[in-house]
């Protein structure tokens, strides 16, 4: 058999690279097209009173989209009071309230999760894109989030919530159930970012409802603020409320 040389073994070396670098960048170049395709929805935004209505009668609630409740629904806000609103504990809002809280939200994308973080309650919710599925211990008070690319905007599925006494939202007494869906669907327009979100539980409402809703730009170098929820101070503002039941 006849042995290569020390300057034939380099040159063969040196192929070998080459062919392995050319495999790389034929198999890079179509997920660097197809990462160019994600919309671009990172960055600080702003939900505050420039962006959005705040405290209407139509906020966002109103009688175009006002849930169709069920009598179990129905049966709890006539037992309802503001003092049982659990935020008075500095328990955090959840979907779909917290999303049109009049406050910031910071939007980070990676290849396989967003992560939308709230300056209302200090929340972080993660939004997984690599295909995973929710198990049993996944519950909690955000649910857990799964979402895609479609066209040009992020589409998020929510299921998992633990029953929340004031789910729905903190003053029209409405809970929400372990069967909430929320289904939001994120796009840019222009220099804002857009949002259309649908809530679904049969264990309360009749049918969907949704709602759409906008962010501003934040101003250059905002940094989300500490929202420092104190139990102490927060509880002692229900003596303003007093209650129905003696």
């Given at each position: 058999?006849?042995?290569?040389?020390?300057?034939?073994?380099?040159?063969?070396?040196?192929?070998?690279?080459?062919?392995?670098?050319?495999?790389?960048?034929?198999?890079?170049?179509?997920?660097?097209?197809?990462?160019?395709?994600?919309?671009?929805?990172?960055?600080?935004?702003?939900?505050?009173?420039?962006?959005?209505?705040?405290?209407?009668?139509?906020?966002?609630w109103g009688?175009?989209?006002?849930?169709?409740?069920?009598?179990?629904?129905?049966a709890?806000?006539?037992v309802?009071?503001?003092?049982?609103?659990?935020?008075?504990?500095?328990?955090?809002?959840?979907?779909?309230?917290?999303?049109?809280?009049?406050?910031?939200m910071?939007?980070?994308?990676?290849?396989?999760?967003?992560?939308?973080?709230?300056?209302?309650?200090?929340?972080?919710?993660?939004?997984?894109?690599?295909?995973?599925?929710?198990?049993?211990?996944d519950?909690?008070?955000?649910?857990?989030s799964?979402?895609?690319?479609?066209?040009?905007?992020?589409?998020?599925?929510?299921?998992?919530?633990?029953?929340?006494?004031?789910?729905?939202?903190?003053?029209?007494?409405?809970?929400?159930?372990?069967?909430?869906?929320?289904t939001?669907?994120?796009?840019?327009?222009?220099?804002?970012?857009?949002?259309?979100l649908?809530v679904?539980?049969?264990?309360?409402?009749?049918?969907?409802?949704?709602?759409?809703?906008?962010?501003?730009?934040?101003?250059?170098?905002?940094?989300?603020?500490?929202?420092?929820?104190?139990?102490?101070?927060?509880?002692?503002?229900?003596?303003?409320?007093?209650?129905?039941?003696?």
């Amino acid at each position: 058999m006849k042995r290569l040389s020390l300057a034939g073994m380099l040159f063969s070396k040196k192929l070998a690279s080459t062919a392995v670098l050319a495999l790389i960048l034929s198999n890079s170049i179509p997920q660097l097209s197809a990462q160019s395709a994600v919309p671009d929805l990172s960055g600080t935004w702003d939900g505050g009173f420039g962006a959005r209505p705040v405290n209407g009668e139509t906020v966002p609630w109103g009688e175009d989209n006002f849930p169709v409740l069920n009598e179990r629904a129905l049966a709890y806000q006539q037992v309802w009071e503001e003092i049982m609103a659990p935020k008075y504990d500095c328990q955090p809002a959840s979907s779909p309230a917290i999303q049109y809280d009049p406050y910031h939200m910071e939007v980070t994308q990676w290849p396989d999760r967003v992560l939308l973080r709230y300056e209302k309650d200090d929340q972080l919710r993660t939004v997984w894109l690599d295909g995973r599925e929710p198990t049993s211990v996944d519950f909690s008070i955000q649910g857990f989030s799964v979402g895609h690319y479609e066209g040009d905007a992020l589409i998020v599925t929510t299921t998992h919530f633990v029953f929340d006494v004031a789910g729905f939202d903190d003053y029209n007494g409405i809970p929400s159930s372990s069967q909430k869906i929320v289904t939001e669907r994120y796009w840019r327009d222009g220099e804002d970012l857009k949002l259309t979100l649908t809530v679904e539980d049969p264990m309360f409402l009749r049918e969907p409802t949704s709602y759409t809703t906008r962010w501003l730009p934040a101003r250059p170098g905002y940094k989300l603020a500490s929202y420092d929820c104190d139990p102490e101070s927060s509880r002692a503002s229900v003596r303003f409320y007093p209650s129905k039941y003696k």
